[in-house]
C-alpha cells in the first residue's frame, strides 16, 4: 500500500512553516489528500509566533522551510523544550545540509525535489515512531489518557472517572475528530446487548463534560445535530 493510500493516523495536525506560497500551496493540498489536518505560517516567521502555534494547535508534527531560517527556528523549539517531531526541508542531498539539520534537532530531512510520495512517507514514520515512544497514550489538546494507569489529566488537573466514564472517554479518543454515532458508542462502550434506558448516552456524555470542561476550558465533546458526537480541539 502507498503512502497516499495509508490512513493518516488519526488525523494527525501537521504546522507547515513555509517562505514560498506556491510550495506550501502543495504541500497543503498533498497533505489534507490523506486526511491531515495543516495549520500554514507563511514566514518568515518569527520563533514567537511558531511557539505560540504549537501551543495552540498543539500540532502533531512540524516541517519546516529549508534555509538558516527553518535551522534557527528549529533550534529555538528545542531550546525552549518542545518535542514535537520536526520534518526539515533542505536544498539538494548534501551532508553539510543533513547534519546541519540534525545538529539542531531536527528528526528528518527533505532533499528538493521531492515527491508526495517521499514526503507522506516520511511523516507516516516519524507519527509511527513517536506513537510507538508514548507507549500508547491518548491525547488531544491538553487531554491526556494513559491506558497503562489509567490516568486523565486536562493539562496539570487529574480528572477522576469512573469506569464507565473512563470507558466511554478512551473510546472518543481512539476515534478524535470523526463522527460517531449513539449507535457507534452503544455498542463498543456498553456492548451490543446492552438494552438500558434510551438517554444512557447523552447522561453519561453529560457527566464528562461536567469533569472535563471546567468554566474558562475549551470545549472538547461536540454534539453534532441529527448524527453524533465528535472530540476535537
Same mark, same amino acid.
Given at each position: 500500500?502507498?503512502?497516499?493510500?495509508?490512513?493518516?493516523?488519526?488525523?494527525?495536525?501537521?504546522?507547515?512553516?513555509?517562505?514560498?506560497?506556491?510550495?506550501?500551496?502543495?504541500?497543503?493540498?498533498?497533505?489534507?489528500?490523506? /486526511?491531515? +489536518?495543516?495549520?500554514?505560517?507563511?514566514? #518568515? *516567521?518569527?520563533?514567537? &509566533?511558531?511557539?505560540? !502555534? =504549537?501551543?495552540?494547535?498543539?500540532?502533531?508534527?512540524?516541517?519546516?522551510?529549508?534555509?538558516?531560517?527553518?535551522?534557527?527556528?528549529?533550534? /529555538?523549539? +528545542?531550546?525552549?523544550?518542545?518535542?514535537? #517531531? *520536526?520534518?526539515?526541508? &533542505?536544498?539538494?542531498? !548534501? =551532508?553539510?545540509?543533513?547534519?546541519?539539520?540534525?545538529?539542531?534537532?531536527?528528526?528528518?530531512?527533505?532533499?528538493?525535489?521531492?515527491?508526495?510520495?517521499?514526503?507522506?512517507?516520511?511523516?507516516?514514520?516519524?507519527?509511527?515512531?513517536?506513537?510507538?515512544?508514548?507507549?500508547?497514550?491518548?491525547?488531544?489538546?491538553?487531554?491526556?489518557?494513559?491506558?497503562?494507569?489509567?490516568?486523565?489529566?486536562?493539562?496539570?488537573?487529574?480528572?477522576?472517572?469512573?469506569?464507565?466514564?473512563?470507558?466511554?472517554?478512551?473510546?472518543?479518543?481512539?476515534?478524535?475528530?470523526?463522527?460517531?454515532?449513539?449507535?457507534?458508542?452503544?455498542?463498543?462502550?456498553?456492548?451490543?446487548?446492552?438494552?438500558?434506558?434510551?438517554?444512557?448516552?447523552?447522561?453519561?456524555?453529560?457527566?464528562?463534560?461536567?469533569?472535563?470542561?471546567?468554566?474558562?476550558?475549551?470545549?472538547?465533546?461536540?454534539?453534532?445535530?441529527?448524527?453524533?458526537?465528535?472530540?476535537?480541539?
Amino acid at each position: 500500500m502507498t503512502a497516499l493510500q495509508t490512513a493518516s493516523l488519526g488525523s494527525a495536525n501537521i504546522l507547515l512553516v513555509q517562505t514560498e506560497a506556491s510550495l506550501a500551496e502543495r504541500l497543503n493540498t498533498d497533505l489534507r489528500a490523506v /486526511g491531515y +489536518r495543516v495549520q500554514i505560517l507563511l514566514g #518568515p *516567521v518569527q520563533a514567537e &509566533t511558531v511557539f505560540a !502555534a =504549537v501551543e495552540t494547535d498543539h500540532p502533531d508534527l512540524i516541517i519546516l522551510d529549508r534555509g538558516e531560517g527553518g535551522l534557527k527556528l528549529c533550534r /529555538g523549539l +528545542r531550546q525552549a523544550g518542545y518535542v514535537v #517531531p *520536526v520534518l526539515l526541508l &533542505t536544498d539538494g542531498d !548534501a =551532508v553539510a545540509d543533513r547534519a546541519a539539520g540534525l545538529d539542531v534537532g531536527a528528526d528528518d530531512y527533505m532533499a528538493r525535489p521531492f515527491g508526495a510520495e517521499e514526503l507522506l512517507s516520511r511523516i507516516h514514520y516519524q507519527l509511527k515512531r513517536v506513537r510507538s515512544k508514548n507507549d500508547g497514550i491518548l491525547r488531544l489538546a491538553d487531554l491526556m489518557l494513559n491506558p497503562q494507569t489509567r490516568e486523565v489529566r486536562r493539562a496539570e488537573r487529574v480528572i477522576e472517572l469512573t469506569s464507565k466514564e473512563y470507558d466511554l472517554l478512551k473510546y472518543l479518543l481512539e476515534h478524535p475528530r470523526d463522527i460517531l454515532s449513539r449507535e457507534q458508542i452503544l455498542s463498543n462502550v456498553w456492548g451490543y446487548s446492552f438494552v438500558g434506558e434510551s438517554n444512557i448516552v447523552e447522561v453519561y456524555i453529560r457527566y464528562l463534560r461536567m469533569k472535563l470542561e471546567r468554566e474558562g476550558d475549551r470545549k472538547l465533546i461536540h454534539t453534532v445535530r441529527g448524527a453524533g458526537y465528535m472530540l476535537r480541539d
